[in-house]
């Protein structure tokens, strides 16, 4: 058995940011995971997106992982309702322009509030941050049926804002609140762009690749010192500290995580044909989730589509004259959508919980994994002497030589994710 500080338990973004915190400052750690990347999947090519999409200005984090998507603009985005094609540039927005108005005011407020929550996510709970601001614990409680109906913006909301939210969300947006509501149309306030992260995982892992393992994690147990003991497909470990940086579906297998109000699966399609003339030449389409099965349908700058679906065996022929799947992927958990009460991060005696339990995406997601090794780092700062913190850290500097010297390559362990 392997004893180590620390063990991460998942290579998506939460615990590739986790774990490149602990490596910044010389943590001894593992990262155990299935593979690299987790929702951040890609094609072979990199040029198409199996999980995650979009990224706004606002990933302060993420973005400096990537190199840069293309930008996503209003213009190219089209709604399906009753037969037709309208975009946001249509006289209906004009008829309801006093009521868009008034949602563009809270969205901007709501952008300002989000991005202080995300900067103080790196070093406290989510749920004390919410807890903290008002204007945000208001927006957690109010269904966002009624925030919908207050702000007057129901037709909008029919037309463009309910199949917005159900192309990111995967779910109706009255099955959610008005904070999720406003997170999901972020996109309307901020510059948004393609995510572009085929090599972020990579990128992420630069340096103290060595140190994540391609195993599964099998149990996960109480040691009798106060640490824990994790059994995974290749071998054991014990750890002083765990970090359950995955979705609820897969932590629930071996530890009594929280559970998410909303966990929802999505389908993710990628194929070729010959859209219908309604679809054709048109970037995204967004679909009305009542009477749709399929949430948006994407063109890709390979020239296929991708279409994200509620269903394994969507009705394709509805949107296509002819087609040909190039490839389909299944998230038991894509979106996570939490309710009143957000999930606490610090789960005590060493076991943190990262990943999406309480806002869903790239950005919030790695501000988990950078709080918890945050945690993990405080935690042992107090309980090290000066002395024996150092010999820690030149402990890991000198295993960064030994790496250098045999010319070993970082991205030695990256993985394959499911397809
Ligand atoms: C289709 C889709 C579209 C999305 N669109 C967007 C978007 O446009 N913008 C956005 O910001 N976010 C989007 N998201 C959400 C975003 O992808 C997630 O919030 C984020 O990637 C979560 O990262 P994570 O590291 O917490 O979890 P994950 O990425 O799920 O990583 C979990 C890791 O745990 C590993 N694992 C699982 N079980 C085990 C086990 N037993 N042992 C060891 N390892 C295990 C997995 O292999 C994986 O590497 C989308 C998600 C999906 C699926």
Redesign the pocket.
Known sequence: MRSVDSVI????????ACGRTLHERGRDFVL?????????LTSQSHLVN??????TAD?ENILPFMSGGKRIRTSECYFFSDGRLVNLFSLRTLRSSVALVRLLVKARDFRKRLKRLRRRALHEQQKDILASDPVLSALVRTPARLFVEKLGLVDLNDLFFAPLFNS?GFIEYDKSNAFHYLDNLMPLVCRTYV?DHGHCAEEMARGWSHRIRL????GLVPADDGGYLVQ?TGGAYHAQNVVL???YK??I??WPVPEPEHNVP?Y?IELVGERRPVFRDKGIVFFRPEEHDITILWRQITGSDIV?SRRCDPALDQYYESHRIVSAVC?P????LSGHDWAAQDLGNGMYL???YNI??????FT??VYAANRIIDGSQQGLTPGRAEEVTKKNGNEEDDMRQHGRQDSAHTGK?PS
């Open positions: 338990i998942g290579g998506g973004v939460s615990g590739m155990l995971t299935k593979e690299l990347g987790g929702r951040m199996y999980g995650a999409s979009y990224v990933y990111t995510a195993e599964g994690v099998e995974t940086a995955l979705p897969d932590a297998q071996f999505v993710v994200f998230w958990t894509a979106a996570v990262a990943s999406d869903c995406g790239l950005e919030d997601a988990t994994g994710g």
